[in-house]
């Protein structure tokens, strides 16, 4: 009576062993096995984690299985959508399985793959932010623009009499930069209700400025009603960034700019320095590296997506953009604390959460502090 499967195989063409093993292991975090020395001289490999285990096999008239496919279960769908977005695989959703949460991907010889987590498998502290929860309400509020971004935003658009969408605009910090710069209109536009009242509660009240709920990717605005779109710190939530550059793309006006603001792999790894303070997080959390850097945007990826979409002329720069001035330790430690404006510290456990804040209050001195981060920003103009 057979009880358990002991491995699944898939196909793959000759001599292409180097790019399983980059996925497999490299992207899917696979450890690969030795195979037994008589089967070695056929070629392929076998890959063993998270429960399960594939063999490779070497087929000389080799056709990618496009229907057949294992299933793995996975916890943290969406982080693994993200990181198979970031190694340039597809994330197709498909929510046609009652209970699960799924999508298909495939590995780089094109046989399907599916990524499934059960729907009650609810999210909390360890496990990434949940937008969607009443408590991450206030997570992106409560702050304002520093001159640090109004200089560099300004360097590249000027914003004043322009019609502005904000894609993913939580608490609306820089919508409401936006309208003091001298926009004409703001749009808000989030997929979180609660982030999104709170926005509208603290800014709504501005001249011109509007909160709209959707997705960024489909936002259901007009066509060609913005001289300015700004995505800032939104696409390293979204596994489907060339989406988002067609939806920008659609929203402006012949002439205007999109304006991506976010951190790729480079930006977050640069070292901890007395005003790099992210840096000093990820020293001594280490086990949030590979989900940090994993979320994060490629650059020439998303260069790659903008021009896709007809976005022309997006070379990325980067700029130190002042975060928070923290009076003294302990109000930055508060901050670190409650995991305000820091989604990544989600991926913490809360006993994890006391240990770092315990190892950064040894760490850093006690005075006022000054948080800076590394940003890369891309603008692209609509021809
Ligand atoms: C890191 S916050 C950035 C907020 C703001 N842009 C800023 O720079 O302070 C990311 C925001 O994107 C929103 N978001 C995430 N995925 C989204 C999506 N697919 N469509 C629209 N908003 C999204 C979240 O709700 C959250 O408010």
Not at 234 to 245: E, F, G, Q, S, T
Request: net charge negative; proline share 8%; glycine share 10%.
């Amino acid at each position: 009576m057979t009880t358990v499967i002991h491995h699944v195989q898939l196909a793959c063409p000759p001599g292409s062993e180097e790019a399983s093993r980059a996925f497999y292991a490299g992207v899917l975090g696979l450890v690969e096995i030795p195979k037994p020395p008589v089967l070695a001289a056929r070629g392929g490999c076998w890959f063993r984690g998270h429960g399960i285990e594939l063999h490779l096999g070497v087929e000389q008239d080799f056709r990618p299985a496009r229907k057949a496919h294992p299933g793995l279960l996975v916890a943290d769908l969406d982080a693994w959508a993200d990181r198979l977005a970031a190694a340039g695989y597809p994330v197709d959703r498909d929510d046609d399985f009652p209970g699960m949460r799924r999508f298909y991907s495939h590995d780089p010889h094109g046989n399907r793959l599916e990524l499934l987590e059960p729907l009650s498998a609810r999210p909390h502290a360890g496990e990434g932010i949940d937008f969607a929860d009443p408590s991450s309400a206030r997570t992106y509020s409560g702050r304002t623009a520093d001159p640090s971004w109004v200089g560099a935003l300004t360097a590249l658009v000027d914003p004043a009499g322009a019609d502005v969408v904000d894609l993913g605009c939580g608490g609306g910090t820089y919508v409401r930069a936006l309208h003091d710069l001298g926009a004409h209109s703001v749009t808000g536009v989030d997929s979180s209700t609660p982030v999104l009242e709170q926005a509208h509660a603290d800014h709504g009240h501005l001249t011109g400025v509007r909160f709209h709920h959707a997705d960024a990717t489909s936002t259901g605005l007009p066509d060609a009603s913005a001289d300015l779109v700004l995505a800032r710190a939104l696409v390293h939530h979204l596994p489907d960034r060339a989406a988002l550059a067609r939806e920008a793309a659609r929203l402006l006006r012949p002439g205007g700019t999109l304006v991506v603001q976010d951190r790729t792999a480079a930006d977050v790894t640069q070292p901890a320095g007395p005003h790099h303070l992210r840096g000093h997080l990820l020293e001594l959390a280490p086990q949030l590296l590979p989900v940090e850097v994993g979320r994060r945007p490629d650059a020439g990826a998303l260069l790659q997506a903008l021009e896709s979409a007809g976005l022309t002329g997006a070379t990325p720069r980067t700029v130190w953009e002042t975060r928070a001035h923290h009076p003294d330790r302990e109000s930055y430690l508060a901050g670190i604390a409650t995991r305000t404006g820091r989604s990544l510290l989600h991926h913490l456990t809360d006993d994890e959460l006391d240990q770092l804040v315990h190892d950064l209050r040894d760490r850093l001195p006690d005075e006022p502090l000054v948080e800076r981060d590394r940003w890369t920003l891309w603008a692209a103009t609509k021809p």
